[in-house]
């Protein structure tokens, strides 16, 4: 309600004149320090005004924040238009059923002329919150029934929202209501809203026809029934829907400005700051920056800057970084070249001298060394003396170990004719195992046996019994004081290519990580001075290279060394498939023939995958050796399986 009234307005006004007066400048004193303070903050307003004007960030906060508040403003007032709307028109919605239900309710008391039962069913329903009130009027505007009993035998004025549908003029009454059904909203004393709804009455042939209170036949609307609905609730619904919506709005602004802020640290100040740093980097003898200047303002001018002081020195600088790239390359690749060159040729020297110096031990040592051998033995069997005995039995154990020594040395150095034979790789082994089971009992070693290769396999009987007894005496020399020789064979696929692997495991205190790698080079060996040549393991790998295998080495997890030979195996099924030579074309004789000229004897492993490759039998106008499997264009279609 409102309840203002002279006595507020003249206390309004006073306060407005004491707020006047206490504004105004008493004295001269005073009125000078307001007229210094006005000329200092309009100094101060018009720099703030120029700094903004030449601000590219004060001009992009100021046009979007413009934009985000127009948008805004204008998305509130359209969503709070649309909430009212909706809500006043669910709300005609209700009161108009409302009306209708009364109306269908007091209906048949009306024609049996019943005002107690219709004053019942008004104050009834005038008693909910939300009605205000409901009346039944006559044709002249009495109220005849009425939720508010002190109003019957009221008359309602012509200018009443329940008769402005046929009294909208002076002429008189109307037939009909303009719409039929009409509605006003009004402020009730209270000084809340209402809605009044009209609901006309018609002359009904149950009403005209009725035998007690009949009315005249060309009467049409014989009264209104009239529902005050109160708008309180639909106003403080919209009133909340209000605040909601604009603290929706004041968090859209607020999320707005953060991104804005964002954005201008990410596009206009971050860049600011990077191009000043490109600077200082340029001017340290950095010149890769560079960044185009599409704008006048503080970023284009520090970007004309930053490039007319890098324009000029960039071009000789690229180029120069060119040359010294490619030169590094080319100097790594022609010392890798070199390295591996120098390598070559240092075991090509050493194969040499190994070569003559065989040559000169064949002739010079070996028949001496058989003489020795022959006259131990025979003095071994003359004497009679325990001590000429040992004598002669320690002479005919050197001169067996000189033996091996040139045996080894012959082997490594000489090209032995290798005849390959279908045989059984477990036989092999077992025979291996047999002629050293003497040896592992007396130093206490257990030999553990599992052969599962079952499938026969293209070998040279005698020297892959060498490789294998190389293997297995390495094992043994590892566990002086005893241990667990495992022993056990297997098929095994390794790369797309069949194989069948011989494993050697000992229980001894294996090999440093850094020289597993270099175990199989000739003359290394880790067996103290005067108990092996280091062409072991060397004579293994050559007799593998030589069968098309191939040979590693690795430490166990629980301690020892496991040694492997893997023989190539190839079934039916493998023979019938493209060999690695046919695919890559390598080594065509005058027949025309396709063949490899290292490992004739089988076709499908790759020696490359292998590690069979052999540089100083097959030239590089013979066979084409790829470092890498992964640039094995034959391994490729292996793998794929297309071919």
Same mark, same amino acid.
């Given at each position: 309600?409102?309840?203002?009234?002279?006595?507020?307005?003249?206390? @309004?006004?006073?306060?407005?004149?004491?707020?006047?007066?206490?504004?105004?400048?008493?004295?001269?004193?005073?009125?000078?320090?307001?007229?210094? /303070?006005?000329?200092?903050?309009?100094? @101060?307003?018009?720099?703030?005004?120029?700094?903004?004007?030449?601000?590219?960030? %004060?001009?992009?906060?100021?046009?979007?924040?413009?934009?985000?508040?127009?948008?805004?403003?204008?998305?509130?007032?359209?969503?709070?238009?649309?909430?009212?709307?909706?809500?006043?028109?669910?709300?005609? @919605?209700?009161?108009?059923?409302?009306?209708?239900?009364?109306?269908?309710?007091?209906?048949?008391?009306?024609?049996?002329?019943?005002?107690?039962?219709?004053?019942?069913?008004?104050?009834?329903?005038?008693?909910?919150?939300?009605? %205000?009130?409901?009346?039944?009027?006559?044709?002249?505007?009495?109220?005849?029934?009425?939720?508010?009993?002190?109003?019957?035998?009221?008359?309602?004025?012509?200018?009443?929202?329940?008769?402005?549908?046929?009294?909208?003029?002076?002429?008189?009454?109307?037939?009909?209501?303009? &719409?039929?059904?009409?509605?006003?909203?009004?402020?009730d004393p209270s000084g809340f809203r209402t809605l009044s709804f009209v609901e006309p009455i018609y002359n009904e042939p149950d009403c005209y026809t009725a035998a007690c209170h009949a009315?005249? /036949?060309?009467?049409?609307?014989?009264?209104?029934?009239?529902?005050?609905?109160?708008?309180?609730?639909?106003?403080?619904?919209?009133?909340?829907?209000?605040? =909601?919506?604009?603290?929706?709005?004041?968090?859209?602004?607020?999320?707005?400005?953060?991104?804005?802020?964002?954005?201008?640290?990410?596009?206009?100040?971050?860049?600011?700051?990077?191009?000043?740093?490109?600077?200082?980097?340029?001017?340290?003898?950095?010149?890769?920056?560079?960044?185009?200047?599409?704008?006048?303002?503080?970023?284009?001018?520090?970007?004309?800057?930053?490039?007319?002081?890098?324009?000029?020195?960039?071009?000789?600088?690229? /180029?120069?970084?060119?040359?010294?790239?490619?030169?590094?390359?080319?100097?790594?690749?022609?010392?890798?070249?070199? $390295? +591996?060159?120098?390598?070559?040729?240092?075991?090509?020297?050493?194969?040499?001298?190994?070569?003559?110096?065989?040559?000169?031990?064949?002739?010079?040592?070996?028949? &001496?060394?058989?003489?020795?051998?022959?006259?131990?033995?025979?003095?071994?069997? $003359?004497?009679?003396?325990?001590?000429?005995?040992?004598?002669?039995?320690?002479?005919?154990?050197?001169?067996?170990?000189?033996?091996?020594?040139?045996?080894?040395?012959?082997?490594?150095? /000489?090209?032995?004719?290798?005849?390959?034979?279908?045989?059984? =790789?477990?036989?092999?082994?077992?025979?291996?195992?047999?002629?050293?089971?003497?040896?592992?009992?007396?130093?206490? $070693?257990?030999?553990?046996?599992?052969?599962?290769?079952?499938?026969?396999?293209?070998?040279?009987?005698?020297?892959?019994?060498?490789?294998?007894?190389?293997?297995?005496?390495?094992?043994?020399?590892?566990?002086?004081?005893?241990?667990?020789?495992?022993?056990?064979?297997?098929?095994?696929?390794?790369?797309?290519?069949?194989?069948?692997?011989?494993?050697?495991?000992?229980?001894?205190?294996?090999?440093?990580?850094?020289?597993?790698?270099?175990?199989?080079?000739?003359?290394?060996?880790?067996?103290?001075?005067?108990?092996?040549?280091?062409?072991? +393991?060397?004579?293994?790998?050559?007799?593998?290279?030589?069968?098309?295998?191939?040979?590693?080495?690795?430490?166990?997890?629980?301690?020892?060394?496991?040694?492997?030979?893997?023989?190539?195996?190839?079934?039916?099924?493998?023979?019938?498939?493209?060999?690695?030579?046919?695919?890559?074309?390598?080594?065509?004789?005058?027949?025309?023939?396709?063949?490899?000229?290292?490992? &004739?004897?089988?076709?499908?492993?790759?020696?490359?995958?292998?590690?069979?490759?052999?540089?100083?039998?097959?030239?590089?106008?013979? %066979?084409?050796?790829?470092?890498?499997?992964?640039?094995? &264009?034959?391994?490729?279609?292996?793998?794929?399986?297309?071919?």
């Amino acid at each position: 309600m409102n309840k203002s009234g002279p006595g507020r307005t003249c206390m @309004a006004r006073s306060s407005l004149r004491q707020a006047v007066a206490l504004a105004r400048p008493g004295n001269g004193q005073e009125c000078g320090t307001w007229e210094t /303070r006005g000329r200092g903050e309009a100094v @101060a307003r018009d720099q703030v005004l120029q700094r903004l004007g030449r601000s590219l960030t %004060a001009k992009i906060v100021l046009t979007l924040g413009a934009l985000v508040i127009a948008g805004g403003s204008a998305f509130w007032y359209i969503s709070v238009q649309n909430d009212r709307k909706n809500l006043m028109e669910n709300t005609l @919605a209700f009161v108009s059923s409302f009306s209708e239900v009364v109306k269908k309710s007091i209906r048949n008391d009306m024609l049996l002329f019943h005002r107690e039962n219709i004053q019942k069913t008004l104050e009834s329903v005038g008693s909910s919150e939300a009605i %205000a009130k409901v009346q039944v009027l006559d044709g002249r505007g009495v109220i005849v029934n009425s939720s508010d009993k002190g109003e019957i035998g009221l008359r309602v004025g012509q200018d009443s929202g329940a008769c402005m549908g046929c009294h909208r003029d002076s002429s008189g009454p109307r037939d009909t209501l303009r &719409p039929n059904r009409q509605w006003t909203i009004h402020t009730d004393p209270s000084g809340f809203r209402t809605l009044s709804f009209v609901e006309p009455i018609y002359n009904e042939p149950d009403c005209y026809t009725a035998a007690c209170h009949a009315h005249a /036949r060309d009467q049409k609307v014989l009264g209104m029934l009239t529902t005050d609905f109160s708008l309180l609730p639909i106003d403080m619904k919209i009133r909340s829907q209000m605040l =909601v919506t604009s603290g929706y709005l004041l968090l859209f602004l607020g999320m707005s400005c953060l991104l804005l802020y964002s954005v201008l640290w990410r596009f206009v100040l971050r860049p600011v700051n990077l191009l000043s740093g490109g600077m200082e980097r340029v001017s340290s003898g950095d010149l890769s920056q560079r960044v185009p200047a599409a704008s006048t303002d503080e970023l284009g001018r520090l970007t004309l800057t930053f490039n007319a002081m890098t324009e000029e020195l960039h071009s000789s600088r690229q /180029r120069m970084e060119r040359w010294n790239l490619s030169l590094e390359e080319e100097v790594k690749k022609k010392t890798d070249e070199i $390295i +591996l060159t120098q390598k070559k040729l240092s075991q090509a020297e050493k194969l040499a001298a190994l070569g003559r110096l065989t040559a000169d031990v064949a002739h010079e040592i070996r028949n &001496p060394l058989a003489a020795m051998g022959g006259y131990g033995r025979r003095l071994h069997r $003359i004497v009679s003396s325990p001590k000429e005995k040992e004598y002669a039995g320690i002479i005919v154990t050197e001169v067996h170990r000189l033996e091996k020594i040139l045996r080894d040395i012959l082997t490594f150095s /000489r090209d032995v004719k290798i005849a390959f034979e279908k045989l059984s =790789v477990n036989e092999m082994v077992s025979d291996c195992i047999v002629s050293y089971s003497a040896l592992c009992e007396e130093q206490r $070693i257990t030999i553990e046996e599992r052969l599962d290769a079952d499938q026969p396999v293209l070998i040279d009987m005698n020297q892959a019994r060498q490789a294998v007894n190389n293997l297995i005496a390495n094992a043994i020399d590892a566990m002086p004081g005893g241990g667990n020789l495992l022993i056990s064979t297997a098929m095994e696929r390794r790369h797309e290519a069949g194989f069948a692997a011989v494993h050697i495991s000992d229980t001894g205190s294996g090999i440093p990580e850094d020289l597993l790698e270099v175990v199989f080079e000739p003359f290394y060996t880790t067996k103290e001075i005067g108990r092996g040549t280091g062409l072991g +393991l060397a004579i293994s790998r050559k007799v593998m290279e030589e069968h098309g295998g191939h040979i590693s080495a690795a430490n166990r997890k629980e301690g020892g060394l496991t040694a492997s030979l893997y023989f190539p195996c190839q079934g039916t099924e493998d023979l019938c498939k493209t060999s690695c030579w046919e695919f890559m074309g390598c080594g065509r004789n005058a027949g025309k023939e396709q063949k490899c000229p290292v490992y &004739p004897h089988f076709g499908r492993v790759c020696w490359v995958v292998g590690g069979t490759y052999c540089d100083g039998k097959v030239q590089g106008t013979f %066979a084409q050796k790829c470092e890498d499997c992964r640039k094995c &264009p034959f391994y490729h279609k292996v793998v794929s399986g297309e071919i």
